[in-house]
Structures are given as structure tokens and as C-alpha cells.
């Protein structure tokens, strides 16, 4: 039962284009959200984080958007510039339970070309 | 400031065999977690510790196992290795009560034949 989803294996933009990466969850109890970028052979690097009683957080070029309603949320990243190309991952965590424990989707191989 | 650390990076190992994973977090931070990673599976959830107790755990059989020190370090143990727990594990550290991120260090890759 995969309860955090990304359904875009991956995403291809032109460089100064906006990226957007989406992510719907099926688990209502989770209230807080993160974005991660991976490199390969780095561990995944944090974002940006939006708590569920917010609809958008903003940070750069970074901007993620909530819809509860829909269990859906998206980053945004305007401009995208060829050193985004990185594995996105949405992750998720639960109210109530511990902070080390998120639920992550596959992830979107994001390449933005030059 | 340094960030989380991990050893080894790099491990081979046989069936059958047992592995232990050493990750050291960031300064200050508390709890830990540690996650497999898998092209299969994706980031899995496996175990979180703080303050020398497990807080949390992920749907991994026992033979998946780990531990905190006073320090805050953490070790992970793998008993009786199978060719699936071949895997990227990454350890992460957070500062619990301030934010919600976690911090991951580069992972150790382990391969098991």
C-alpha cells in the first residue's frame, strides 16, 4: 500500500522554465510534508516543508502548494536551472507519530537541459 | 558544522553473514533514524532512536536491528544476510521540537553476494 505517490518516474524542462513535481498521499493523517533532491551516491538533501494547516511555503526559487482536500501537493521551481537535475522525493509524516519517521514516494528524476 | 556521517560507505558481504552500520549525527541532534533505500522499494523506513530508545519501527524483520549510545550514535545491524538486503542504508539526524526536517548522510552501500 504505497500511501505517498509520484506518479511522474520523470520530468523534463528547459533551462529558466518552471519545474513542477507533484505528489498525492492517501493517508489523512499526515500533517506535515517535505521535498528532498537526490544526487547519486549523496543521501537525500532537504528543501522544502509545508505543514498541513498551510496551503503554500515559500522559500527561493522553491515554492511548494498544498491541497488538502485533494491530498495533493506540488513544488514548484521557477527558474529551473540545469544544476536542479536531481531525484525528487515527496515525503510524508503522520501526526502523532515520531519525527524520524516520514513515508516517501518513488521519486521523479528531474532533468532540466541547458 | 559538521553534518552526518556514516561508515563504511562501501561494504560487500556474503550470505549469511552479519553487518554492522555506524552513523554519527549532527551535533546536537538527538534522534536518529535509519531508512533503506532499494530501486524496488524506494526510501523504506526501517528504525528511529532518541535518547537511547527506539521511538519507532518499520516493517523489517528481526533480523534488522540497532541502537543508540549516550553520545547519540548510532549502529545498525543486519544478522544473517539475504541477497534482497542489498541496499543503500542512510542514517538521518533531526533536532526534534525545533523543525521538521531530517538531516541524511551519504549512506553506506551494501552489496551482498
Known amino acids: 500500500d504505497q500511501q505517498v505517490k509520484q506518479n511522474s518516474p520523470s520530468l523534463s524542462v528547459q533551462e529558466g522554465r518552471i519545474s513542477i513535481l507533484n505528489c498525492d498521499y492517501t493517508n489523512s493523517m499526515f500533517d506535515y510534508f517535505l521535498w528532498y533532491k537526490k544526487y547519486p551516491a549523496e543521501g537525500p538533501t532537504f528543501l522544502i516543508s509545508?505543514?498541513?494547516?498551510?496551503d503554500k511555503n515559500e522559500d527561493g526559487r522553491f515554492t511548494v502548494f498544498l491541497n488538502k482536500s485533494a491530498k495533493h501537493l506540488s513544488l514548484h521551481i521557477v527558474p529551473s536551472q540545469p544544476g536542479d537535475s536531481a531525484v525528487y522525493f515527496c515525503a510524508a509524516r503522520a501526526g502523532g507519530t515520531s519525527y524520524g519517521k516520514l513515508t516517501f514516494g518513488q521519486g521523479t528524476i528531474l532533468t532540466v537541459h541547458p | 558544522k559538521a553534518g552526518v556521517t556514516q561508515t563504511p560507505r562501501y561494504l560487500i558481504k556474503t550470505r549469511g553473514q552479519q553487518v554492522t552500520l555506524s552513523c554519527s549525527p549532527i551535533?546536537?541532534?538527538?534522534?536518529v533514524s535509519w531508512y533503506q533505500q532499494t530501486p524496488g522499494q524506494g526510501l523504506q523506513f526501517l528504525f528511529e532512536?532518541?535518547?537511547?530508545?527506539?521511538?519507532n519501527k518499520g516493517n523489517f524483520p528481526g533480523r534488522f536491528s540497532g541502537r543508540q549510545f549516550s553520545n547519540s550514535r548510532s549502529e545498525m545491524n543486519v544478522s544473517t544476510l539475504e541477497l534482497g538486503d542489498s541496499a543503500l542504508y542512510l542514517c538521518?539526524?533531526?533536532?526534534?521540537?525545533?523543525?521538521?526536517?531530517?538531516?541524511f548522510g551519504e549512506g553506506s552501500r551494501l552489496t551482498v553476494l
Open positions: 551535533s546536537g541532534h538527538r534522534s
Open positions: 538521518a539526524s533531526s533536532l526534534v521540537g525545533v523543525s521538521g526536517e531530517l538531516f
Open positions: 532512536y532518541f535518547s537511547e530508545t527506539q521511538r
Open positions: 509545508i505543514s498541513s494547516i498551510k
